[in-house]
């Protein structure tokens, strides 16, 4: 079978590609992006291409979901042990359906908000993701900016 190979990963690394990946993403929704960074481990034990798409699934949400003109704040942390991507977007926010459900595979909540289309799999696969790093998802409504807030964590270490 498949084996997925956990790796030192240059944290520095992941979080430029990461950035660069959103800022692109910001200049096709026309969005202004809030980036702040905070750790102090060199190195992060991961798959590297699915940490990068998890997260991303999450940016791209916010970005789906916030009005032209809005911003997405993104913070990264590394507390515990353990680094912490905070997404918060100025959008609509959770409905009390999606913070129960969203991260179940092909949950879709009202899809008149984004005008795109949607099969259910991007919040589910980064929790996916999250949990196969010994991690989780935490989905809430920001009291920053009224919109969705998602949180993803890894360990820094990987067992």
Known sequence: GYQDRFEKIRIEDILG???KQTFGLSEVYDLKINWEEQYISETVSIVY??????????IKNAAE??????TIYINIQEQSGKLTFTVEDTGSGFTKEALLHGTEQFFMDDTSRSGGVHYGIGLFSAKSI?????????????EKTGGARVEIRFPVAHD
């Open 130 to 142: 999250a949990e196969k790093h010994g991690g989780r998802i935490y989905l809430m409504n920001s």
């Open 17 to 19: 590609d990461i950035k």
């Open 49 to 58: 291409d699915q940490v990068v798409r998890a997260v991303m699934n999450i």
């Open 65 to 70: 979901h916030t009005p032209k003109g809005g």
